[in-house]
């Protein structure tokens, strides 16, 4: 199941230049001057057309060709946004050659990788729709073309309007804080809401709780003391409801994305399959890392699986050999937001294994939340960054909690900045760079083959 978020940048609709070739060769969909794209690449912009319709029609609609999207009619819709990705697509091929750069080999292999790794999954949907691995895999190497022309402008060090380090913390700092915090529950065991006695029993002991450890207590002791009490209070060897949150990771701006920039998952949750292992992306500055925020709201598209006519798989037969992880050129950055300390010796006889849990622990129990999101509650998170400072704790009611948060200082996991500072800059510059990008395709002249919008037809992917 695709979870897609559209990189739109708002630009007006663009004008439809079709051109019947005068023939029934279907096997290329677009060209933009020398430059010809398979049919695949042109379904491929179809099929994501037609679900983002699909996403954006009223609640009421059963139908998405009866629907109207943005004051025009679904199908006209889906026309005009294949066509504009198309056009964006030729224009950073375009950019990217005219700026002299060139896909270095570990670009590739990572391309071949993950490509086997839709394929594995998504494959016989793809081919069923006309959609071959050769076309899938032009897509996702013009993303990277995308990503080193945006690392090409905003680099920090040789970017042409680079964006300085301390912007980018600036930026990570106004957005982001690191906390641990206690949910202390309002219900009793049995999942009743407590009356104002009970409610009182509650804060006095969240007021223990922050009086000691303003008195120097270990915060993390503190949250495996209430977890304990909880557990036995209830039964069960369970965490609090909200303690799901307690792991890092909201905060994190790391995602996989597919061969146009979408953030997606590989599969669904239900779906039985073994999970898919990215490799890691050299860790220096001119290789964005493969990230993009998590905390963002995000359009949810499910694709069915149909078949189709066995010769409209454009170039299913090119398809390379299996490939192997590419190894990185470095060590790999961990993509989460614990503290990783790598050790190049056998440790030490005294550290024992009690140290070790509570280091874990102490990790486990930070989070990194966003600015404006509902982790771990809209008041909560209004709170921490409306009303608090590092270095400070604070009881906060919320509905069926009282919450005593400790906000701590951001960059004191000394990996966090290194890990997210270019999806902080992809916040902070996406919208910029996509209307550049934009303007570029507006110069762009495409031929798109009428024989082929005739053969591919966006009813298609509505088939069960």
Request: glycine share 4%; aromatic share 10%; charged share 35%.
């Amino acid at each position: 199941m695709f979870k897609a978020k559209k990189i739109l940048a708002g630009a007006a609709a663009l004008a439809v230049a079709l051109t019947c070739t005068g023939c029934s060769d279907t096997s290329w969909g677009a060209k933009a001057g020398d430059t010809e794209y398979r049919a695949g690449i042109y379904i491929y912009h179809a099929m994501n057309a037609f679900f983002d319709a699909d996403s954006k029609k009223a609640e009421t609609d059963t139908d998405v060709f009866a629907s109207t999207i943005e004051d025009m009619p679904a199908k006209d819709w889906m026309a005009k946004e294949t066509e504009k990705n198309l056009r964006n697509q030729a224009a950073i091929d375009a950019k990217f050659t005219e700026m002299g750069l060139e896909l270095d080999e570990y670009s590739t292999t990572y391309a071949d990788y993950m490509v086997e790794q839709m394929w594995s999954q998504y494959g016989d949907m793809f081919e069923g729709y006309g959609i071959g691995k050769e076309s899938y895999r032009d897509v996702y190497l013009n993303s990277i073309k995308r990503d080193e022309i945006f690392m090409k402008y905003y680099n920090s060090e040789d970017g042409i309007t680079p964006v300085s380090e301390d912007d980018i913390k600036a930026h990570l700092l106004d957005n982001y804080a690191r906390v641990k915090y206690i949910a202390l529950n309002l219900k009793d065991a049995e999942g009743n809401l407590l009356k104002s006695e009970g409610k009182a029993q509650v804060m006095k002991m969240a007021e223990d709780y922050l009086a000691r450890a303003e008195g120097g207590e270990s915060f993390d002791a503190l949250i495996a003391e209430y977890d304990a009490y909880w557990s036995e209070l209830t039964g069960a060897d369970e965490e609090t409801d909200d303690s799901s949150d307690n792991n890092e990771g909201g905060g994190q701006i790391i995602a996989i994305e597919d061969a146009e920039g979408n953030t997606i998952t590989l599969f669904d949750e239900e779906d039985d399959v073994s999970e898919v292992t990215v490799p890691e992306s050299p860790a220096n500055e001119d290789s964005p890392e493969e990230e993009t925020s998590v905390n963002e709201d995000t359009e949810e598209t499910t694709v069915p699986e149909t078949e189709a006519e066995e010769d409209e798989t454009d170039d299913s037969t090119d398809e390379p050999a299996e490939t192997e992880a590419p190894e990185s050129e470095t060590e790999p950055v961990s993509s989460d937001n614990t503290e990783t300390t790598v050790s190049e010796t056998e440790p030490s006889e005294d550290v024992s294994a009690d140290a070790e849990e509570e280091d874990a622990a102490a990790v486990n129990n930070e989070k990194v939340i966003k600015k404006g999101d509902y982790s771990p509650s809209k008041n909560v998170n209004e709170a921490i960054f409306n009303t608090m400072k590092d270095g400070e704790y604070k009881i906060i009611e919320d509905g069926e909690y009282y919450y005593l948060v400790y906000r701590m200082e951001l960059f004191s996991d000394e990996t966090y900045y290194d890990t997210n500072k270019n999806a902080a800059l992809y916040e902070m510059k996406e919208e910029e760079f996509s209307a550049m990008v934009d303007s570029w395709a507006e110069a762009v002249s495409l031929t798109i083959n009428e024989a082929a919008v005739k053969r591919y037809k966006f009813e298609k992917f509505a088939e069960e």
